[in-house]
């Protein structure tokens, strides 16, 4: 038999345990991965010429961002990776990829999607002036580049990401002016009994907290957004919002990383046809799979935060766990006794991510209250009132169909950072639930392709 | 005035490359956005509102820091490096939007 044709797409915590699991059993996977490096977003290397050693980039994760990059170096010889190169359709048990102006279609017998995520975001009004960031691009501004996004910088949502990325702004040096959080902190006592699964990483989150306050950084729990203040031409300028006491505020910055957890990136799933189901507990649409990451298509495996956010630790599990389905499924032999501890692993972490779902919860109300001249989606410039209008008009309470009309989806981004929150905003003008409004189909080209691709052919 | 503070890893080697015609100092290693937010305050002009923007996800998700080669190539400015000698035009050349603002 002809070597089984394995593609992973993703090189990060996912990406790089599953590419590690099919070298082990003897093949040569073929691992396609945007980044001009392995490491995925939250194990991003930095450039060349860049010197920063481990335990400045990645703090409390050194170890784990060492050691998936070591097992990357390990593996490098031994696969065929293809760095900097888009997945942009899966059409007929094919991947077609582009890297540059250079395209092919791959098939394959197996195919592991390792996606990753993007930041979840809840619009505000003014959130579309230069110096609002997303707080994950916040991040990959200081891990990848050593710079800050501004010189006054708050940190504005919810989850544990924003104490994270306000921190290591703090202990770089930047200058932060708050951090704001959405959540009330009675949520994070309620969560408890969930986030002790993992009392490390529960541990290094107190800890996070900790370091802020003694820096002198304000944190306030339970606000309401309520406007990035601002100015076409030279961008943000502050920050209005409500304190959890009801009190309005506004702070002076130059620069807003906003963000609500993560979200998966799951065009890729939903282009191979896979079945989603909504996942009550984050209020999204995910691709269905089964306990070692199956999707309901034959040959094609979910792992990694690109199928549920769960974190970069879980990934690694998922990510090994899913190649060693995919590896059970083509007849090879696999240690079924690895198998049971990963699915372990995988149940403890999504335990804990119960707990945060809980702890910073995604704040709903704030779509419906986007007043009418708010920005919704931010490529267009298409506001809340423009989408109730569509609405009024046409009738529209379904995803894809408001999107036909609003072109809230439709920009460049495809939706990935207006969509949940258009959907709430859907469900909560039509008084429905929010699974009724549905999930925006992905489409290829899963993002944008540069023209001289059609050239080539 | 400048939009991103560089914090650290300042002794990289330099880079000159051309925005719209004139001379940037950039460090090797800088991504198009850094080179350019670290001189500037924004990256271009948005086709469907009045306002400037200077990117938003800098992980090749959001497509809201798009720059052009002279030849009219469109690049991330998030995740293309500067590189010496480049000449890169923040508007797309020869194209012309109906901007509304």
């Known amino acids: ?457 | 005035m400048s939009r991103f503070v560089r914090l650290g890893e300042t002794d990289r080697p330099p880079v000159t490359l051309h925005v719209d015609g004139q001379p940037v100092a950039a460090l090797e290693g800088d991504t198009l956005m850094v080179a350019l937010l670290a001189n500037g305050g924004t990256l271009r002009q948005s086709e469907f509102g009045p306002e400037k923007r200077a990117g938003f996800c800098l992980m090749g998700a959001c497509q809201d820091c798009w720059v052009w080669t002279e030849k009219g190539d469109r690049l991330r400015a998030c995740s293309t490096l500067a590189a010496p000698g480049q000449r890169i035009l923040t508007s797309q050349p020869g194209a012309s939007w109906p901007n509304h603002g």
């Open chain 1, 1 to 457: 038999m002809a070597e089984p044709r394995i593609i992973i797409v993703g090189a990060g915590p996912a990406g790089t345990r599953a590419a590690e699991a099919c070298v082990a059993a003897g093949l040569r996977p073929t691992v396609i991965d945007e980044g001009r490096r392995d490491g995925g977003q939250i194990y991003r290397r930095q450039p060349d010429h860049f010197t920063r050693p481990y335990g400045k980039l990645y703090g409390t994760e050194a170890g784990r961002a060492q050691a998936v990059h070591g097992a990357f170096d390990a593996i490098k010889g031994r696969i065929d990776y293809r760095p900097e190169t888009l997945v942009w359709n899966i059409a007929d048990r094919h991947v077609w990829t582009a890297n540059g102006a250079a395209q092919e279609a791959l098939p394959f017998d197996a195919l592991l999607l390792c996606t990753g995520a993007t930041d979840r975001l809840m619009p505000v009004k003014g959130w579309h002036f230069a110096g609002a960031y997303s707080l994950g691009g916040s991040q990959v501004a200081l891990k990848s580049q050593a710079v800050s996004i501004g010189h006054r910088v708050i940190f504005m949502g919810s989850g544990p990401l924003l104490y994270l990325v306000a921190s290591q702004y703090v202990e770089a040096g930047a200058q932060v002016a708050a951090v704001l959080d959405t959540s009330p902190f009675s949520a994070r006592v309620k969560a408890m009994p969930d986030l002790m699964a993992v009392p490390s990483v529960l541990w290094n989150g107190v800890k996070l907290t900790r370091a802020l306050k003694r820096a002198g950084v304000l944190v306030h729990h339970g606000v309401t957004p309520l406007e990035i203040i601002g100015d076409a031409d030279t961008g943000v300028s502050g920050i209005r919002y409500r304190d959890g006491g009801g009190k309005e505020r506004q702070i002076a910055c130059d620069a807003v990383a906003m963000g609500y957890h993560l979200r998966p990136e799951t065009q890729l799933a939903d282009l191979a046809r896979c079945a989603f189901a909504f996942d009550v507990g984050t209020r999204q649409w995910l691709p269905e799979r089964d306990g070692d990451g199956r999707a309901s298509v034959a040959g094609v495996y979910l792992a990694g935060d690109g199928a549920k956010i769960l974190g970069a630790r879980s990934a690694e599990a998922s990510g090994k766990l899913a190649a060693l389905a995919a590896l059970t499924d083509l007849g090879l032999p696999v240690d079924k006794g690895a198998m049971a501890s990963l699915r372990g692993a995988v149940a403890t972490y999504a335990k804990f991510a119960r707990g945060l779902a809980k702890a910073f919860p995604w704040p709903v109300d704030q779509a419906a209250a986007l007043p009418d001249d708010a920005i919704l989606c931010r490529c267009e410039g298409v506001t809340a009132g423009d989408l109730r209008s569509v609405m009024r008009e046409t009738g529209a309470k379904e995803a894809n169909r408001a999107k036909a009309f609003s072109r809230v989806g439709m920009g460049r981004c495809q939706g990935r950072y207006c969509g949940l929150a258009a959907a709430e905003l859907i469900a909560a003008e039509a008084g429905i639930p929010v699974e009724q409004v549905g999930r925006l189909r992905g489409q290829a080209p899963v993002k944008p392709l540069t023209i001289a691709i059609g050239d080539e052919e």
